[in-house]
């Protein structure tokens, strides 16, 4: 990718990355012996001291592979045998989840991917390729061969069945199946993550590009049975993380299988995705919300920026810039106006949200920072490609 930036951006991209570099040494120390996942006055927050439940939280918290993967981020960029050790301490604290079990669903890929699987790939570890196909297999087991979809969450206790249910984001998960495929030479995973990736494709995306959230299948005689607003404004908008989810996530399953029809539709999804890019570059929650209140969310930015750059990997030199220029519109947007380099706070992307209808907003969230890391480290050229 650097052949193609000019120097300017290249001078641009090497200054941002020494900001990060120098930022993560003293945050990672600061933060060793914990698993982020956003910050209360500047300081990180630990979810690892909190209590697992049925449904997720604490320990089995969905967003507890960034911090490791953020370390092994680090390490690829400098080397530095500290950041292994640090990303090794979640390994062993997730292998809890393991052990206890029903806090798992479907984003143990986004758990053990950036951690036992990333050490396995850059280390050699056996420890990580145990603890990657042991999730693969949870992963795979939560296909429904009826509907061809994967399960997304367990019960809630809160008397709505979601048995039938899956959702976007799931598309970045399924790398983990087809890692798997590939370490066991068994094709059962690649085939459950092509099926769940096919339903995606006919049933989450609308012909303008624009994604559904939830999607609920019949899991006993499949079929579509309604479709949710989830973590959007409402049924029918436009849930930007979930797009940024969606763009990624198939060109990612098209370089994992060179099924055509994928990296189509990520092309799709980034088409809409580009059209409703603000001039500020800053992205809303739901590019469909209200005008007002205009809540805000980075994290949607950062990860459509990575798979806005590998999409433009994968195209010919007349499409490339469209891809590429939008990239580096939102992540220039980030740096000069969302980016915290201070010894203040120990997240760097700001102005982060969950969701649309969650009672906070625009603060700072762990994997906002883990993408924005992996976006600058693809336009760098020293990207290790978690997926």
Known sequence: ?????????????????????????????????????????????????????????????????????????????????????????SEVILDKCMEEYYGLHHDVGFMWLPTAVADYRLTGNPDGK??????????????????????????????????????????????????????????????????????????????????????EFDPENGGVVAAYGGQGYELGSSWTRGQGWALYGFVLSYIHT????????????????ISNIPESGLIPVDFRE???????????????????????KHVGEYERDIYLNAALKLLKALTEKRCDWSRENDSIVQKCTAAYHDEKHEFSIIYGDYFFIEAMQKLQGNEFLMW
Not at 299 to 304: K, S
């Open 130 to 215: 145990r603890r990657g196909l042991h999730a693969a297999n949870l992963l795979a087991g939560r296909f429904n061969p009826v509907g061809r979809f994967i399960r997304a969450w367990n019960q809630w206790g809160d008397g709505k069945d979601n048995t039938g249910w899956a959702i976007i984001d799931c598309l970045m998960n399924i790398p983990l199946l087809y890692w798997a495929s590939r370490e066991t030479k068994d094709p059962r995973f690649k085939q459950v993550a092509m099926l769940h990736a096919d339903t995606v494709m006919e049933n989450f995306i609308r012909p303008d590009g624009s994604s559904n959230h939830i999607m």
């Open 290 to 312: 209200p005008k007002e209140p205009l809540w805000e969310d980075s994290t949607a930015a950062a990860i459509a920026a990575c798979g806005l750059i590998e999409i433009a």
């Open 258 to 273: 060179g099924k055509q029809e994928y990296l189509d539709t990520a092309k799709r999804v980034a088409h809409y995705f």
């Open 1 to 89: 990718m650097l052949s193609i930036l000019s120097e300017k951006e290249y001078a641009w991209v090497q200054d941002t990355m020494d900001k990060i570099k120098e930022k993560m040494d003293w945050v990672s120390e600061k933060s060793k012996d914990k698993i982020p996942y956003t910050t209360v006055n500047g300081v990180h927050t630990d979810e690892s001291k909190k209590e697992t439940s049925s449904t997720g939280e604490g320990a089995s918290w969905w967003t507890n592979g960034f911090w490791g993967g953020m370390m092994w981020q680090m390490y690829q960029e400098t080397g530095e045998e500290k950041y292994a050790e640090i990303a090794r301490k």
